[in-house]
C-alpha cells in the first residue's frame, strides 16, 4: 500500500512537493525523505507533531531521543500515523532554525508498480536560503 502526501514548507513563497512513499516506511525514513526533498542534509535534530484540523501544534512525536525518559517513534511505519484523507502531522527540521513542514495525507492506494520507496510527483519553489524569522498560518496559504 502507498500512501500520497502534499507537504508544505512554512515559507512565504509556496514551497511544496507531493509524494507518493510506501506506507511501510519508518517514520525515521520519512524524516529523511522529506528534508533530503527539501534540499537539507538530514543530520540537524527533528521531530514530528500531531495536530488538529486547524495545523495547531499539538503532541510531539520524538524520532531521536532527546533525554532517558524519551520514548522513540524512530522504527514505526507512517502508516501507524496516517490513516485516512486528510490526516495531517507536523515536522520540524533544525530546532536552531525551526524549518517547518506542514504534511496532509492526500489519497492511499497502490501507486508504485516498481520497488521504488517513493517517488516525487509534483515539486514546486526552491526553499529559501534563510530560515523564516516570522512563522506565519498555514490557512493564509490554502484559503
Not at 98 to 127: A, M, R
Amino acid at each position: 500500500m502507498h500512501l500520497k502526501f502534499r507537504i508544505i514548507l512554512n515559507v512565504e513563497e509556496d514551497v511544496l512537493r507531493d509524494i507518493v512513499i510506501d506506507s511501510s516506511t519508518s517514520l525515521f525514513e520519512f524524516s529523511q525523505i522529506i528534508s533530503t526533498e527539501f534540499g537539507f542534509d538530514s543530520h540537524e535534530i527533528s521531530t514530528f507533531h500531531n495536530t488538529d484540523d486547524n495545523w495547531e501544534q499539538l503532541d510531539e512525536i520524538k524520532i531521536f531521543k532527546i533525554d532517558d525518559k524519551d520514548e522513540i517513534m524512530d522504527n514505526i511505519p507512517i502508516s501507524n500515523f496516517f490513516i485516512s484523507k486528510n490526516d495531517k502531522l507536523i515536522f520540524i527540521y533544525d530546532f536552531l532554525n525551526y524549518w517547518t513542514f506542514f504534511i496532509e495525507l492526500y489519497e492511499v492506494g497502490d501507486f508504485i508498480t516498481d520497488n521504488s520507496k517513493y517517488f516525487i510527483i509534483n515539486s514546486i519553489g526552491k526553499v529559501p536560503k534563510e530560515p523564516p524569522t516570522n512563522i506565519f498560518n498555514i490557512s493564509d496559504k490554502i484559503d
